[in-house]
């Protein structure tokens, strides 16, 4: 069973910086992008960054120049590291793998971790 766990949420304020990161465990092959999500009470989850098995990035505009999103040596886990934060980052961030197969089957599933809460206050 694959179960993607994030740490590295709290509270910190305007302009600090913060780490994200995300584990996945289980009998994985292959996870084709690990992403990031964000949501405010209210709203649906909106993607923050993503970042692919080759390595190509994406970020949503708000947090172009403050964001960077990586995966480690395994591939498996996923690290988003932000700066110059701001109050409108606030929200729980969802870590999201998508395209994931599991040894003994060809399926292709996407998994979302429970989520951590960010909170940019002063």
């Known amino acids: 069973q694959v179960q993607l766990v994030e740490s590295g949420g709290g509270s910190v304020q305007p302009g600090g910086s913060l780490t994200l990161s995300c584990a996945a465990s289980?009998?994985?092959?292959?996870?084709?992008?690990m992403n990031w999500y964000r949501q405010t009470p209210g709203n649906r989850r909106e993607l923050v960054a993503t970042?692919?098995?080759?390595?190509?990035?994406h970020y949503e505009d708000s947090v172009k120049g403050r964001a960077t999103i990586s995966r480690g040596d395994s591939a498996k886990t996923v690290v988003l590291q932000m700066s110059s934060l701001k109050p409108e980052d606030t929200g729980v961030y969802y870590c999201?793998?998508?395209?994931?197969?599991?040894?003994?089957?060809?399926?292709?599933?996407?998994?979302w971790g429970q989520g951590t809460q960010v909170t940019v206050s002063s």
């Open positions: 289980g009998s994985i092959t292959s996870i084709y992008t």
């Open positions: 970042i692919t098995s080759a390595g190509i990035t």
């Open positions: 999201h793998a998508g395209g994931v197969e599991v040894v003994g089957s060809r399926a292709v599933a996407d998994y």
